[in-house]
């Protein structure tokens, strides 16, 4: 009887859906813009370049997105930027995508290859921001499509999320004067929504989910009982 009784609740979460729709166009760089619009859906800015498999396997597809800094000795920033609308506020939004580091073209120190969501309201005013390292220079392996995700939840307001992909080269005024170059890589870019990490009391673990484990945990804490 105990287990039935709890049942409505454990439904009472919503568990993020693995296969959510992807709300980025366009992720994986397969189809070309008009003019100086390198992709569709994209807006470009920088050094940024399509790429094939004649520099790189690409993770998806037949096509990647390229970015290399001016190696001026002057900060050089190089960005991929694309706008999603009908941004739900409260709800948890991740983005994610494959980036790679050529040892044939290997990444200077100077450069910060970064993966970032802007949660903005119907204006284009930024509310907040959310990124992360999309490669490590000195840790990540070369030759090798690295994952790396970031998430947020959409704060009150917010009514669009703008998407990043930024090589920025740093210059002499942070401290490198030298530039050593190199490109990065950019493929299968996603963004996907779901419900906000559960806040139900009856996450007796804590872990963001309802299920036996939290029945275990209440059945546990039944029988210690009080002193």
């Known amino acids: 009887m105990k287990v ?8 009472g979460c919503a568990a993020f859906t693995a296969n959510a729709q992807n709300l980025i166009s366009n992720g994986s760089f397969e189809t070309p813009g008009p003019g100086f619009t390198l992709f569709e859906d994209w807006q470009n800015f920088g050094n940024v370049f399509a790429s094939d498999a004649g520099e790189t396997a690409p993770q998806d597809g037949v096509a990647t997105g390229k970015m290399f800094g001016a190696s001026s000795g002057l900060q050089s920033d190089q ?12 709800e948890l939004y991740t983005l ?3 980036t790679q580091n050529l040892s044939s073209d290997a990444l200077g120190m100077e450069n910060l ?16 921001t959310v990124e ?22 959409a ?11 930024l090589h920025i080269q740093l210059g002499a005024d942070q401290g490198f004067p030298t530039q050593g170059g190199g490109a990065s890589f950019w493929d299968s870019i996603e963004l996907v929504g779901g419900d906000a990490p559960c806040t139900n009391p009856a996450d007796i673990n804590g872990d963001g989910t309802l299920n036996f484990f939290d029945v275990s945990a ?10």
């Open 113 to 128: 290859i970064l993966i970032q969501m802007n949660f903005q309201d119907a204006n284009g005013e930024n509310i907040e």
């Open 155 to 165: 704060p009150a307001g917010t009514s669009q999320i703008l998407v990043a992909l």
């Open 4 to 11: 039935s009784i709890l049942m409505p609740v454990l439904l």
């Open 132 to 153: 992360t390292t999309a490669i490590d220079v000195i840790m990540d392996p070369f030759d090798t499509w690295i994952f790396s995700s970031v998430e947020g939840i």
């Open 218 to 227: 209440f059945l546990a804490e039944f029988a210690n009982g009080c002193p």
């Open 96 to 98: 994610s995508g494959f």
């Open 79 to 90: 960005v991929l930027l694309q706008t999603v609308d009908n941004i739900v506020e409260g």
